[in-house]
Every structure is written in structure tokens, then in C-alpha cells.
């Protein structure tokens, strides 16, 4: 069995033993460290190479989104779920742009906490298609599209017909299933797709080809979906 490493970053002591205890009652789960800020958590993630980290975004001397930024361009293999107290706020979505693979609110049952990092360990998001769907339709406005720094569809151009059809399903917040479904292909196919077009892209995950969707303008917000 493989076990998960985990470096917890959070200013609240007390929060942090919350998410130990819950952790470290699983057997393919292990604590390797603990950070109270930002900074702390760059170079501690820098000695420690956790396979994910537990971010809270408001601390002390270096916020969680710019500690994000900077350890998964120094460390790609290693995965970070941001940590907010409320759902779909602009922290949440600050992580996923700064590289996150997903989000979790602090109150979230502990059955949810160890889906997520079970997930973001084996590649996918911490974060449902539809919720990411969804926080790019409240922050779209703030993405830079078709102008300076934005990506244009030119990216795109290595992928094939029908890996740029399951490139804009995922961009509009589908399931594998629901791609599959669409296309009337098996589930399996998609996967494959999605992995191709994430190698393709040098992607990391499913949330960043959606915001990429977004800049790309291949998908655009919809603001009179609920």
C-alpha cells in the first residue's frame, strides 16, 4: 500500500491537530509536517517533497496563494489543496489559478477531507467539474482573455479533433460520464483523452484545462445559468 504524505499549513494550532488526528487514523496516510505560515511552508515542503499539502490562504508573513504558487513550480509532483472557510470564495479560486488541485472548506466532514487528498494524490481535482464550472462563472471577469498573457487557441493546436471536443466538455464543467455520454463513447476513451490532452497541454490536472478553457475563450461563461 502506498501512503500518502501530507504537510498540514495552517496559523490555528488547534486546527491543525483537528486535521492530524482525522489523518493520522489512516493507514495509507501519513503527517509529515507542519507549517503555521507561508513561508514556513515553502521550505518545509522543499526538505519534506509531500505528496500534498493542506493550505489554509490567510496566515501570517506569506498567504497560502502565493506559498501554493511557489511550491508547485518547485515541486511539480507534489499536490495542494486549498484550505477556505467558505466555498466558492476568491481564495478558493486564487489557489486553483495559483496552481492548486482543488479546494476544501474547514468544516467539511472528515470523509470528504480524505476523498480529496486521496484524489489530488492520484491526479484528479478536489473539486467537482460543476463547482469548478461554476467559480469561473462568478470570476471570469478577472481572467485575462484574448489580451495580453492570456493563451490563445494556437495552445490548442496539438490536439486532435476529438481530443479538442472532450477539451471543451471538460471546460464546460462535464463528467467523464456525461462526456462519454455526449459523445457516445465508452468511459474508458475518455479517460484516455483527458490524459492526452493533459500531457499535451503540460497541464496538471482537470481544474487548470478548465481555466485554461476559459482563457483560451474555447468556453465562455454563461451568467444566466443559476
Known amino acids: 500500500m502506498t501512503t500518502i504524505r501530507v504537510l498540514l499549513v495552517d496559523d490555528q494550532d488547534l486546527l491543525r491537530v483537528g486535521f492530524r488526528m482525522v489523518l493520522e487514523a489512516e493507514p495509507d496516510i501519513e503527517v509529515v509536517g507542519e507549517a503555521s505560515d507561508g513561508d514556513e511552508a515553502v521550505r518545509i515542503a522543499s526538505g519534506l517533497r509531500p505528496d500534498v499539502?493542506?493550505?489554509?490562504?490567510?496566515?501570517?508573513?506569506?498567504?497560502?496563494?502565493?506559498a501554493t504558487e511557489l511550491i508547485v513550480a518547485q515541486h511539480p509532483h507534489t499536490r495542494v489543496i486549498i484550505l477556505t472557510t467558505f466555498d466558492l470564495d476568491e481564495y478558493a479560486f486564487g489557489g486553483l489559478r495559483a496552481g492548486a488541485s482543488g479546494f476544501m472548506v474547514k468544516d467539511a466532514r472528515?470523509?470528504?477531507l480524505l476523498a480529496?487528498?486521496?484524489a489530488?494524490?492520484?491526479?484528479?481535482a478536489?473539486?467537482?467539474p460543476r463547482i469548478t464550472?461554476?467559480?469561473?462563472?462568478?470570476?471570469?471577469p478577472r481572467l485575462p482573455?484574448?489580451?495580453?498573457?492570456?493563451?490563445n487557441r494556437d495552445a490548442l493546436a496539438a490536439l486532435t479533433e476529438r481530443e479538442l471536443e472532450v477539451f471543451v466538455a471538460i471546460g464546460r464543467g462535464l463528467s467523464n460520464t456525461e462526456i462519454a455520454d455526449q459523445l457516445v463513447v465508452a468511459e474508458s476513451t475518455i479517460k484516455t483523452h483527458v490524459g492526452r490532452i493533459l500531457m499535451k497541454l503540460d497541464l496538471r490536472d482537470r481544474v487548470q484545462a478548465v481555466i485554461l478553457?476559459?482563457?483560451t475563450g474555447v468556453v465562455s461563461p454563461t451568467p444566466d445559468q443559476p
Not at 53 to 66: E, F, Q, S, T, Y
Not at 133 to 140: D, G, K, Y
Not at 145 to 151: I, Q
Open 126 to 128: 478536489a473539486v467537482s
Open 133 to 140: 464550472r461554476r467559480m469561473l462563472e462568478l470570476f471570469a
Open 110 to 112: 472528515p470523509a470528504e
Open 120 to 124: 489530488v494524490a492520484t491526479g484528479n
Open 53 to 66: 499539502v493542506l493550505m489554509d490562504v490567510r496566515m501570517p508573513r506569506m498567504d497560502g496563494i502565493r
Open 213 to 215: 478553457a476559459y482563457q
Open 145 to 151: 482573455s484574448g489580451g495580453d498573457g492570456a493563451p
Open 116 to 118: 480529496a487528498i486521496r
